[in-house]
């Protein structure tokens, strides 16, 4: 495991080849830290539900960094959702949405869904810039414990398991994100966070 505190081109490229090889990574978002992989990476996947204890019928959302990589993951944003992500991405939102074909099964528990979020945070950004792929990330804990809010609430648990922790300090928010489906243009509250949803 590699521990690093600044994304410096260098770090940037190793994470890259990290995330390309079926690796993990535990980085810094807005709300709580997240460990994740390239979402495409069916082996990166197994790891990721592996290390968390995580049940496969709870799926896993994906982070990312533009509009544009949201539209790869969705089979069509609907007027409602456009609103949503315009309003509040990036942020402490996560969005259910309609899923692509090309988006795995293993992912979101065999669901035809996807929750896609745009973190606020610099470093994070950083990262989705740099990765072609959006990154499916869950928050750093054991399944059913509290999520991790700085490298040394979770660094004993992990430290052998992942590839690269980045370090950025204590998460801003401390609480995970509010999810949200639009369903007959109604907008239905899946779990709250400190954000919300007027």
Request: aromatic share 6%; with cysteine.
């Amino acid at each position: 495991m590699k521990l690093m505190n600044e994304l410096t081109e260098d770090n940037l490229k190793e994470i890259i080849q990290i995330l390309d090889q079926d690796g993990i990574i535990i980085f810094p978002t807005d709300t709580v830290y997240g460990i994740g992989c390239n979402c495409y990476s069916i082996e990166g996947l197994k790891k990721l539900y592996s290390f968390k204890n995580r049940p496969l019928s709870k799926p896993i959302n994906v982070l990312t960094d533009s509009y544009e990589k949201i539209k790869e993951l969705s089979r069509g944003i609907k007027p409602k959702e456009e609103e949503l992500i315009k309003k509040y991405l990036p942020g402490d939102l996560t969005l259910i949405v309609d899923k692509k074909e090309n988006v795995p099964d293993l992912l979101t528990a065999n669901l035809d869904t996807v929750g896609i979020r745009i973190p606020n945070n610099e470093m994070a950004l950083k990262i989705l810039k740099a990765y072609p792929n959006p990154l499916a990330t869950t928050s750093v804990n054991l399944s059913g414990e509290s999520p991790g809010i700085e490298v040394s609430d979770f660094i004993e648990e992990f430290k052998d398991k992942v590839d690269i922790i980045v370090d950025g300090g204590k998460s801003p928010i401390g609480v995970a994100s509010t999810i949200v489906r639009v369903e007959n243009n109604e907008i239905k509250i899946l779990r709250q966070g400190n954000l919300k949803v007027e």
